[in-house]
């Protein structure tokens, strides 16, 4: 019964869940679906019919190298650099819990330190077999494609090598039993194309090459938008960029509003880069940023001797940024001074250099932004209704992130592309749970504020892994609905909950001693894991620090 040892070793079961009142289903944070075989099988026929046997069979190796690719995945987290026929052994009870087929090892030869592997695996119930057979009957060859691909998959990407799997006897050609063979690719050779079929072929099919040839001749093909480095693609979004991008080669002025974090910069950047002034300088300056008695000789500058230290005369922003664009972040925090003071050089092109009285003429296209009801300011009396109108001649409104959900997937792509390069790494992406939590957080930080989760997860995510929930949130993932977990008698949900909260009332009585009954279960878990605490920390639940830290507090033994 080794296999079902690895089940309760590695708690298995309690890495699926069942999500109902969200419509999830979750195995550890790769989100599953449970689909009617019928309907797989109806869709794998219209496939077959659609492109022939040859294109069809390529794709669903290939779909299921990638599901094997995942679980693979989850057996290094869960395993660890183990016993490779141990690793093995998980695979097939991955692939039952998704109710695919009953997998059976009855022959490995693995070597890690020779990079050598042999498998063979039977197969029963295999759901393939089964839809291939009552759509199309008994024929010549193998079709159990997608599990020949799931095997292929979850190996390759355990060993670090291209693991190949073939079937040598199948149901679905006659055959009493499916029968898998595994080995390195290169000894399959390439004589016979079998390879050929973990390929994307490059090019597209013929038949989607004529309707993309008829859709030009009608001239219904568009010109895309080119946001450039702004990154999303809802609503809010598009209808902020569309603005923007028609006043880009404007010399009319831009006032950026939405809360702090959407981006209101790399909007004025993208503006100040596809208009006609960018070869010349952009100037950024963030008004709250700096205190009410420095911010005029920092827009305007200071002659020299115009007070105690002005040893030198200097040019403010409005000089350096003339021929380009100036960026005033956070306008609405400018002091009633400095707001006539940038009237006037509105008014007539002209600044004065603080202790000067000598004018200097400026030639700025001005974009400025706020996270400041301006209207309420105005009506407050702390903002000049003179100047809002004429900041306001363009106002674009930049929506938060959480009313454009769907641009996060982008936003976190490119983002994590950012931070690789930064943080010498290649990872494999954002794992589906943690993407989903993504997706459902309310994000009072907007884009800055997922800039900076990235960013931590990139430093916290192994090289080559998947940036999980764990990795990405420093105080603990948002509260979420957890799901049903599935018990040992593989039933979901109440039955078990029942049962547990039986368990909790009836230990709960009086001389109930916590901290004795909290040894008592690390010194089970120690037991159950041969006293290895890396496996313990997993039965438990816990981190193996968590559980060290326990184990000397106490007088648990550990080995």
């Known amino acids: 019964m080794k296999h079902q040892r690895l089940i309760e070793q590695f708690n298995l079961r309690s890495r699926l869940r069942f999500n109902v009142d969200e419509g999830q289903i979750w195995l550890d944070e790769n989100r599953m679906l449970l689909i009617h075989a019928r309907a797989m099988g109806a869709l794998r026929r219209e496939l077959i019919d659609t492109v022939g046997d040859h294109e069809a069979r390529g794709i669903l190796v290939r779909m299921g190298f990638v599901a094997g690719m995942q679980d693979g995945e989850l057996a290094q987290k869960l395993y660890g650099e183990g016993d490779p026929h141990d690793v093995f052994g998980i695979g097939p009870e991955l692939h039952a819990f998704e109710g695919v ?160 974090g959407v981006g209101k910069e790399m909007f004025a950047r993208w503006l100040h880069d596809h208009s006609d002034r960018a070869e010349q300088p952009f100037v950024a300056i963030n008004c709250a940023a700096i205190p009410h008695d420095l911010i005029e000789s920092e827009l305007f500058g200071v002659q020299k001797g115009a007070y105690t230290g002005a040893q030198a005369s200097r040019p403010g922003r409005f000089e350096r940024a003339d021929g380009g664009t100036l960026f ?94 930064s943080y010498n790494k290649k990872l494999q992406g954002i794992s589906e749970k943690a993407m989903c939590t993504l997706k459902a957080y309310p994000w009072p930080g907007n884009v800055r504020e997922l800039e900076n989760l990235i960013e931590r997860g990139v430093l916290l995510a192994p090289n080559g892994g998947l940036i999980e929930i764990d990795h990405l949130f420093a105080g603990g993932a948002p509260a ?34 916590l901290e004795k009954h909290e040894a008592r279960l690390l010194e089970l878990a120690v037991q159950r894991a041969g006293g290895n605490l890396t496996h313990a920390a997993r039965l438990l639940g816990i981190t193996r620090r968590q559980l060290a830290y326990r184990l000397r507090q106490g007088t648990t033994p550990a080995t």
């Open 328 to 421: 005033l972040d956070e306008v609405g925090d400018l002091s009633p001074a400095t707001q006539v003071k940038l009237l006037r050089v509105l008014q007539t092109g002209e600044i004065e250099r603080l202790g000067d009285d000598q004018t200097r003429k400026v030639n700025v296209r001005l974009v400025a932004a706020t996270n400041v009801n301006l209207q309420q300011a105005i009506a407050d009396g702390r903002f000049r209704a003179d100047l809002y109108y004429r900041l306001a001649t363009y106002p674009v409104v930049i929506p938060p992130l959480r009313e454009r959900r769907c641009d996060v997937p982008l936003l976190a792509a490119a983002l994590l592309e950012k931070y690789e390069g």
């Open 101 to 260: 087929v009953k997998a059976t090892i009855i022959d490995s030869k693995i070597d890690w330190a020779r990079g050598t592997f042999f498998g063979e695996v039977t197969l029963d119930n295999s759901w393939e077999a089964e839809a291939h057979v009552h759509h199309f009957g008994v024929g010549d060859d193998p079709v159990c494609w997608t599990i020949v691909g799931f095997a292929s998959g979850y190996c390759s990407q355990f060993f670090k090598r291209f693991i190949v799997f073939r079937e040598m006897e199948c149901v679905g050609k006659g055959d009493s039993r499916c029968l898998l063979v595994g080995k390195p690719a290169e000894a399959w050779g390439e004589a016979d194309g079998y390879l050929d079929y973990f390929r994307r072929v490059d090019g597209v099919p013929r038949f989607v090459q004529q309707e993309n040839e008829l859709t030009q001749l009608r001239g219904s093909q568009r010109e895309p938008v080119r946001p450039g480095r702004l990154v999303g693609n809802s609503t809010g979004f598009r209808a902020a960029f569309d603005l923007v991008s028609k006043a880009a080669t404007s010399p009319i002025n831009v006032l950026l509003l939405g809360e702090t």
């Open 480 to 513: 979420s609905a957890a799901g049903a977990e599935v018990d040992r008698a593989g039933v979901v949900g109440n039955a078990s909950e029942a049962s547990r909260s039986r368990l909790y009332e009836s230990i709960l009585q009086d001389g109930f001693d």
